[in-house]
Nanobody, 127 residues
Framework: QVQLVESGGGLVQAGGSLRLSCAAS????????MGWFRQAPRKEREFVAA????????NYADDLKGRFTISRDNAKNTVYLQMNSLKPDDTAVYYC????????????????????WGQGTQVTVSS
């Protein structure tokens, strides 16, 4: 088992930035590929970004490339999501996810790929 706890959400004005953190505990964190998803009010949950267990490979939703950056610090068992130039449409609950993997460069973008989920952190962007 692995436990995921997100933090860093909050209220920010459009154009601002936030950095979300996700602290993992339990099994060996470095063997997990990680991801971020989000769910806006009255919308389906969607993929945001993913990072391989080594941190060497990343993937982003097409419309978020250039504004969001995912990274991880395996020494701290933490994955980050840096969000810049935020828009009201980015308002959502953001979820951290984890998938055990033996492949250090594999990244995953489907919700069904991830057996472990955090409780979510709210991000609200005001116009």
């Amino acid at each position: 088992q692995v436990q995921l706890v997100e933090s860093g959400g909050g209220l920010v004005q459009a154009g601002g930035s936030l950095r979300l953190s996700c602290a993992a505990s339990g099994r060996t964190y470095s063997n997990f590929a990680m991801g971020w998803f989000r769910q806006a009010p009255r919308k389906e949950r969607e993929f945001v970004a993913a990072v391989s267990s080594s941190g060497g490979a990343t993937n982003y939703a097409d419309d978020l490339k250039g504004r969001f950056t995912i990274s991880r610090d395996n020494a701290k068992n933490t994955v980050y999501l840096q969000m810049n130039s935020l828009k009201p449409d980015d308002t959502a609950v953001y979820y951290c996810t984890a998938r055990p993997t033996q492949y250090v460069s594999s990244i995953y973008s489907q919700q069904s790929d991830y057996p472990y989920w955090g409780q979510g952190t709210q991000v609200t962007v005001s116009s």
